[in-house]
């Protein structure tokens, strides 16, 4: 993931966006720019399977990265979201039921079992937290 969060890095030093060098949150403006961004790819998203043009749908999906990987070094996140990506997977593989069995819900999303955990994010970020 370093690797990608090092190109973003370029892109924003290049073209003068901005980068936090520790987790914060941005100004309203900017969070409600990266907010936009992130909805206009995603709409980009839909129109590509809509027309089922599998060309558009890649893009769409490299542009939500390239953008969601920019919002990380807007929030000063970068040196830490390899582990945040990591712990919620961790808690995301906790949605197996006692027996290792998974549960959907009708329209096919996983669902969380008994045995799920949330994230310790805190325990990550805990030196910048309040």
């Given at each position: 993931m370093k690797k990608f969060i090092n190109k973003l890095v370029e892109f924003h030093r290049t073209f003068e966006v901005n980068i936090e060098n520790k987790p914060t949150i941005p100004s309203l403006q900017r969070c409600e720019l990266r907010q936009k961004l992130i909805e206009?790819?995603?709409?980009?998203?839909?129109?590509a399977w809509k027309n089922n043009d599998l060309t558009e749908v890649a893009d769409a999906l490299a542009d939500i990265q390239y953008v969601l990987l920019g919002t990380v070094l807007e929030f000063g996140l970068q040196d830490y979201f390899e582990e945040i990506f990591n712990e919620v997977h961790r808690s995301n593989?906790?949605?197996l039921d006692?027996?290792?069995?998974v549960v959907h819900r009708s329209d096919g999303k996983v669902m969380k079992s008994e045995i799920y955990f949330v994230p310790n994010l805190k325990k990550i970020l805990?030196?910048?937290l309040p």
């Open positions: 206009e790819e995603v709409s980009e998203l839909k129109d593989m906790s949605k006692k027996r290792g069995n805990k030196s910048y």
